[in-house]
């Protein structure tokens, strides 16, 4: 695992971008998983720059979204539907059929969650997973206990969850008990999992991440395993790791090919 502190979110947010979009500069085919919420919003931001001023292509790219909330139409403007199309897809030229996003209101809930698991497969794989962290240590939907090898699944929402995520509806009892989310082992597959955590309420995940044990109460944890994932935290976020001085050495210290260069 590579931790990576830089001093604020907008300067986080920008190195993500750059390292997502040398991933579509080297493979324009390649296979995105994307995340919802304010964490990468900024780093959408600069995917749009990126595409509009310096003509990054987007055209043979395929995403795959972590998650969606079960019962809310695409059209609801709490679905992360919506939220992808007003913070990325509107301004990108991902041909439609190439965007997936969960689907809320499938009647069959099962056997969509192995159709969206054949259709990763079948793309071949995705090659960089966005990921964030909950306050408790989830990534996607896969709240505390859930199994590190799971695959795509319905899963209910933790209390805590449902009020983090209450600011996007009227007030957390509209927050929806269920959603749709990738599993842990979905997620381990990634090629590159890009991980990006902000704010000091997210600090204390952020340890648990990347110095505790790896466990299933904090199923962040597993990213250890993982053989390519990149921590990207603000200094906020990263204020209760004991090692955080080795991480900013390591990084600044990096050999030249290693250097995210942009």
Not at 159 to 175: G, L, S, W, Y
Not at 245 to 262: A, E, H, I
């Amino acid at each position: 695992m590579e931790v990576i502190i830089q001093p604020d979110i907008k300067t986080a947010s920008v190195l993500g971008a750059h390292i997502v979009a040398r991933v579509v500069k080297r493979k324009p085919d390649a296979v995105l998983g994307l995340a919802t919420g304010n964490t990468p919003l900024l780093l959408y931001s600069e995917l749009i720059r990126f595409h509009k001023e310096e003509n990054l292509d987007f055209e043979y790219i395929t995403t795959f979204n972590l998650d969606e909330y079960v019962g809310l139409a695409p059209s609801h403007p709490a679905s992360y539907n919506s939220f992808m199309w007003k913070n990325l897809f509107i301004d990108l030229n991902i041909p439609r059929h190439r965007i997936h996003i969960p689907d809320g209101l499938s009647p069959d809930i099962p056997a969509f969650c192995r159709q969206y698991e054949g259709a990763i497969k079948a793309a071949g794989g995705i090659d960089l997973q966005i990921l964030g962290i909950g306050t408790d240590g989830h990534i996607g939907f896969n709240e505390p206990s859930s199994s590190l090898s799971s695959r795509t699944r319905i899963k209910t929402l933790t209390m805590q969850t449902r009020k983090d995520n209450a600011p996007f509806f009227e007030d957390e009892e509209h927050v929806p008990q269920h959603v749709i989310t990738m599993g842990v082992g979905t997620i381990m597959e990634s090629r590159i999992c890009l991980m990006l955590a902000f704010g000091a309420k997210k600090a204390d995940a952020v340890a648990r991440m990347v110095e505790g044990p790896i466990t299933a109460s904090v199923p962040a944890s597993i990213l250890q395993m993982h053989q390519h994932a990149i921590v990207i935290t603000d200094e906020e976020a990263a204020s209760k790791l004991e090692r955080a001085d080795y991480y900013r050495w390591v990084y600044d210290n990096k050999p030249y090919w290693q250097k995210y260069s942009f």
